[in-house]
Nanobody
């Protein structure tokens, strides 16, 4: 059973920062592309950022320049550093692990991020 465990969500003010973390087993982390997705109420789940096991990154245009995805291959932990948060960043954020060479795709349980004054 593959588990992705997220932490770090919460409440931030506009312009503030939060850092999310996601950890999983070393065997998964070593090979899979890791990513963050988010889902706001009434909306579809959308890509935030991904990072491959070779450190290739991809960002949604709405977060580029504000969010940074980081991968620690020694600790098997992925982070999403979110700066200059906006109200529209409010959503449940999900950690994802995707095998680019196979069908496996795993999700975390989600962590709530709320940006409000």
């Amino acid at each position: 059973q593959v588990q992705l465990v997220e932490s770090g969500g919460g409440l931030a003010q506009p312009g503030g920062s939060l850092r999310l973390a996601c950890t999983t087993s070393e065997s998964i982390f070593r090979v899979y592309t890791m990513g963050w997705f988010r889902q706001a109420p009434g909306q579809q789940r959308t890509l935030v950022a991904t990072i491959s096991n070779t450190m290739r990154t991809n960002y949604a245009p709405s977060v580029r320049g504000r969010f940074t995805i980081i991968r620690d291959n020694v600790k098997s932990v992925m982070y999403l550093q979110m700066n200059n948060l906006k109200a529209e960043d409010t959503a449940v954020y999900y950690c994802n692990a995707e095998n680019e060479w196979g069908p496996e795709n795993y999700w975390g349980q989600g962590t709530q991020v709320t940006v409000s004054s």
